[in-house]
């Protein structure tokens, strides 16, 4: 029996983050596109619905940036007004604009853009057939992402501060999670950009030479 209950999903892309070149780390070229773009168009092809994508520093460009998916039926932009007080209020922006009857939702980080929609679906699948609190994969022995987090554990993400994150909850219902380990063909997918040498390693992953300054 498939289990047709609709899972939001939510992508923090509000944060400042790292400039790189003078850009906002979430614009920089990847495979002919933005950062964002991979990870907007790997949830939208997912069985997540809606996808909650929520902005802040440059909303305006990053929005552009996603070009026709901008468009897409699935998408659902919420402005983070407050995204310079800490990524928790993303967390919190996001949380507030879940449809009523969502039993949970899938958090993304907009900077991940080797995810995939079958690691998305993966995380989903688990947490519908264990009706567990938690569902993610295990990386280096650690959390990984996404994260699909039960309605019972939403007022604990809201009420972080700062730039606190849901790993303090994560870890507080460890025990209560589906978890499962990531395959090693799917180990790429946690690479975040959070530096210029995790930019540059994401090139060297797609076998591209010379400088960096040659592609921007």
């Known amino acids: 029996m498939i289990d047709d209950r609709m899972i939001p999903g939510a992508i923090l892309a509000a944060g400042e983050g790292r400039r790189f070149f003078g850009k906002n780390k979430l614009l920089l070229p990847f495979r002919g596109r933005s ?76 900077d991940m853009p080797l995810m995939t929609r079958g690691l998305i679906d993966l995380v989903l699948e688990g947490f519908l057939k264990s009706d567990a609190l938690l569902s993610f994969p295990v990386y280096k022995g650690e959390k990984g992402h996404p994260v699909a987090f039960a309605r019972e554990l939403l007022p604990e993400l809201a009420r972080l501060q700062g730039d606190r994150s849901g790993l303090e909850v994560v870890r507080r219902h460890w025990t209560e999670a589906w978890k499962f380990p990531l395959a090693p063909e799917l180990e790429p997918t946690q690479l975040d950009i959070d530096t210029l040498e995790d930019y540059e390693r994401l090139l060297r992953l797609e076998r591209k030479e010379g400088k960096i300054e040659a592609l921007l």
Do not use: M, T
């Not at 901008?70 to 604009?97: C, M, Q, T």
């Open 35 to 110: 950062l964002i773009y991979h990870v907007v168009r790997e949830a939208l092809s997912s069985r997540l619905e809606p996808v909650i994508l929520v902005l802040g520093c440059e909303g305006g460009e990053v929005l552009r940036a996603l070009g026709d998916l901008a468009g897409d039926p699935k998408l659902r932009v919420v402005e983070n007004e407050e995204w310079s007080s800490g990524r928790a209020s993303s967390v919190r922006a996001a949380i507030s604009s879940l449809p009523q009857e969502a039993p949970g939702v899938v958090f993304l980080q907009g």
